[in-house]
């Protein structure tokens, strides 16, 4: 699997992004896919993850109730809706795929490029 994320930007707090992360590859449609961020001299840490049919989420405490992931497999896309954003919010995110369906970075084989948010006070 092949992923490129997309749609990252500079907002200012209480904005709104959304996230893309096209991949493509056969096993999209049966895989986890899964966002995670790297803010600078941070550990990479997870936001949130969908099991392969949309029907289950698991989200960071940090963004529960500001992001929503969602994923088109007819499309090969996953999203991640970026509501109330903060400035601790601001890194480097990451889409990601893997077979279980866990908040834990190992878990994930597969990895975009990742896409930069920037967002300011």
């Known amino acids: 699997v092949q992923l490129q994320a997309s749609g990252g930007g500079l907002v200012q707090a209480g904005g709104s992004l959304r996230l893309s992360c096209a991949a493509s590859?056969?096993?999209?449609?049966?895989?986890?896919m899964g966002w995670f961020r790297q803010a600078p001299g941070k550990e990479r840490e997870f936001v949130a993850t969908?099991?392969?049919?949309?029907?289950?989420?698991i989200y960071a405490d940090s963004v529960k109730g500001r992001f929503t992931i969602s994923r088109d497999n007819a499309k090969n896309t996953v999203y991640l809706q970026m509501n109330g954003l903060k400035p601790e919010d601001t890194a480097v995110y990451y889409c990601?795929?893997?077979?279980?369906?866990?908040?834990?970075?190992?878990?994930?084989?597969?990895w975009g490029q990742g896409t930069l948010v920037t967002v300011s006070s």
């Open positions: 969908i099991s392969w049919r949309g029907g289950g989420t």
């Open positions: 590859g056969r096993t999209f449609s049966s895989g986890v």
């Open positions: 990601a795929a893997g077979r279980s369906f866990s908040a834990v970075r190992n878990n994930y084989g597969y």
